[in-house]
């Protein structure tokens, strides 16, 4: 199992990013997977998820502002991130939990991370 996430970078106030994370080892039909992002000196938190039947949740910070969805074809999931804002600035991860419960945005639960890509939002 691999996740590969891409697509951050430097940004100013107002503006958009749109990061990708690429599965492999399993399929999206299947699992949740979801963003989680850290900022410095900060705990890492959940920011949005999307489940095997396509649904999606977000963290009220983001809620309005971040879109997540899947491409099947492809396995990927993407989110699209409008309206950035400097509090926004962090490393994201995307993570899966593939075994038993789970709770969405509880990092212990992930079983699979992708490297993190980093955002910043300048003000």
């Known amino acids: 199992v691999q996740l590969q996430a891409s697509g951050g970078g430097l940004v100013q106030t107002g503006g958009s990013l749109r990061l990708s994370c690429a599965a492999s080892?399993?399929?999206?039909?299947?699992?949740?997977i979801g963003w989680f992002r850290q900022a410095p000196g900060k705990e890492r938190e959940g920011v949005a998820y999307?489940?095997?039947?396509?649904?999606?949740d977000y963290a009220e910070s983001v809620k309005g502002r971040f879109t997540i969805s899947r491409d099947k074809a492809k396995n990927t999931m993407s989110m699209q991130m409008n309206s950035l804002k400097p509090e926004d600035t962090a490393v994201y991860y995307c993570?899966?939990?593939?075994?038993?419960?789970?709770?969405?945005?509880?990092?212990?639960?992930?079983?699979?991370w992708g490297k993190g890509t980093l955002v910043t939002v300048s003000s």
């Open positions: 999307i489940g095997s039947d396509g649904t999606a």
């Open positions: 993570a899966a939990p593939l075994e038993g419960d789970y709770d969405p945005w509880d990092p212990d639960d992930m079983d699979y």
């Open positions: 080892g399993f399929s999206l039909d299947d699992y949740a």
